[in-house]
């Protein structure tokens, strides 16, 4: 049943092209931004260009925007249309349903992040100590946060309208305190505690770590299972709290 609800729900996308390239293209373009942004910027010889540290985390936080935004939409449109509830009326459950279209959603999340990523490499040229692959599993992790958090703020929203008003509670404040624009250690003490609990924050710190070491520190581990137990337990919740229907 979640490999039938996985189908569907990707050959939806696939006869909706903007949908898809909101997904495949505007993190890139976005980072295209990025780059122009500090392209004049002066440095000293050997000082790494801003844009290796920026864009390296836009590559985490683009993901999780989309990704957010899509999936509590297109989640919602499937209430509101009553499609969720003609399904639900199936032999299928709730968790497999859930499930299918959180693992739909992640595939297009990770071919975001391969076409972010690869824009970011090889036509910007960022420059970092760490492996590609690691950037691109937390870019890919980060989107599939953004599924996550979305499936779950869908279930609280009746309008599309209102689901976007999510955009403003549960992403804006993990981008402001996720280490961006001030380390997090440099914050004062309620929103450093604020940002420990903030599943993005360890998604920049993982993207960090990578950035300075050649090889897998600990640090980057405990990120990584960080951020997948928050995806883990934003799934969980979110099928505790779907809903047939919009009332």
């Not at 039938?4 to 505007?26: E, F, M, N, Y």
């Not at 295209?32 to 050997?46: I, K, R």
């Not at 844009?51 to 957010?68: C, E, K, N, Q, T």
Request: glycine share 8%; hydrophobic share 55%; net charge neutral.
């Amino acid at each position: 049943m979640m490999w039938a609800t996985t189908t569907r729900v990707l050959q939806q996308l696939k006869g909706d092209p903007r949908s898809i390239a909101l997904i495949l293209v505007v993190p890139a373009i976005l980072l295209a931004f990025v780059y122009w942004l500090f392209q004049n910027e002066t440095l000293p010889p050997g000082v790494p260009r801003t844009f290796d540290r920026v864009g390296l985390m836009m590559l985490g936080i683009f993901p999780f925007v989309v990704m957010f935004l899509v999936t509590s939409i297109t989640m919602l449109r499937e209430r509101t249309s009553g499609t969720l509830e003609r399904l639900l009326t199936t032999p299928i459950h709730k968790g497999d349903l859930l499930f299918g279209y959180a693992l739909a959603f992640s595939i297009m999340g990770a071919l975001q992040s391969l076409v972010a990523t690869g824009v970011a490499y090889w036509v910007f040229g960022m420059t970092i100590e760490g492996a590609t692959g690691w950037v691109v599993l937390i870019s890919v992790l980060t989107s599939v946060l953004g599924v996550a958090l979305g499936l779950l703020c869908s279930a609280f929203a009746t309008t599309e309208f209102q689901a976007v008003q999510f955009m403003p509670v549960v992403v804006i404040p993990q981008i402001l305190l996720c280490g961006l624009f001030v380390a997090r250690d440099a914050m004062n003490s309620v929103l450093e505690g604020l940002s420990n609990l903030l599943p993005l924050s360890y998604a920049v710190d993982g993207l960090q770590q990578v950035a300075k070491n050649t090889v897998v520190t600990s640090a980057l581990v405990a990120d990584l299972i960080v951020v997948a137990c928050f995806v883990v337990a934003g799934l969980l919740l979110a099928s505790l709290t779907l809903r047939r229907k919009t009332a």
